[in-house]
T-cell receptor
């Protein structure tokens, strides 16, 4: 069965610290997609990144960076020089597939609550 | 703003009642997905519609049903409500079906008393 594990329930850092959010996934598929979403206190889910299983290049977007390692089934997310506005719950998700077809269902981890203190 | 709209934002109702949640996808998107977020279950997929047809079902209760209309908006109907149905219900949309990025609406917060 496909599964996403975010072992860190809560992380607290002081502003300007770097922080890494871990995501470990399980799937038997060779083709799959991974996502990160942010849920700020206002409640909406904001898309951050989508990565397919064939692209292991790390990605950087401003203060955000993602490290995808198929060998360890991990897709970790790092925020550099964190800011108070980064305080949110962050979800890692995996696209579900049934054999050769993709259902469109996203399998979410339990989320990591990040608190950035001033 | 993702471009996905959901109404109402908040809903308070009593056990045994029936409610309808509405979702309008981003302009041009053909797929609509519904998810439920609760404290104990986390984010759970309910159902996926593509261009008016049901494509996939998750652990959606029989008391819940959904449809997607010709104008592509979708409604999630929840009936015989129980206290445990209190949750945040999200709608998401994507351009096509499958592995497209899903953009989420602001959610409808349902409280069953």
């Amino acid at each position: 069965a496909q599964k996403v594990t975010q072992a860190q329930t809560e992380i607290s850092v002081v502003e300007k610290e770097d922080v890494t959010l871990d995501c470990v996934y399980e799937t038997r598929d060779t083709t799959y997609y991974l996502f990160w979403y942010k849920q700020p206190p206002s409640g909406e889910l904001v898309f951050l990144i989508r990565r397919n299983s064939f692209d292991e290049q790390n990605e950087i977007s401003g203060r955000y960076s993602w490290n995808f390692q198929k060998s360890t089934s991990s897709f970790n997310f790092t925020i550099t020089a964190s800011q108070v506005v980064d305080s949110a719950v962050y979800f890692c998700a995996l696209s579900e597939s049934l054999g050769s077809s993709n259902t469109g269902k996203l399998i979410f981890g339990q989320g990591t609550t990040l608190q950035v203190k001033p | 703003d993702s471009g996905v709209t959901q109404t109402p934002k908040h809903l308070i109702t009593a056990t045994g009642q029936r409610v309808t949640l509405r979702c309008s996808p981003r302009s041009g998107d053909l797929s609509v997905y519904w998810y439920q977020q609760s404290l104990d279950q986390g984010l759970q997929f309910l159902i996926h519609y593509y261009n008016g047809e049901e494509r996939a079902k998750g652990n959606i209760l029989e008391r819940f049903s959904a449809q997607q209309f010709p104008d592509l908006h979708s409604e999630l109907n929840l009936s015989s409500l129980e206290l445990g149905d209190s949750a945040l219900y999200f709608c998401a949309s994507s351009a096509l079906a499958g592995v497209e990025t899903q953009y989420f609406g602001p959610g409808t917060r349902l409280l069953v008393l």
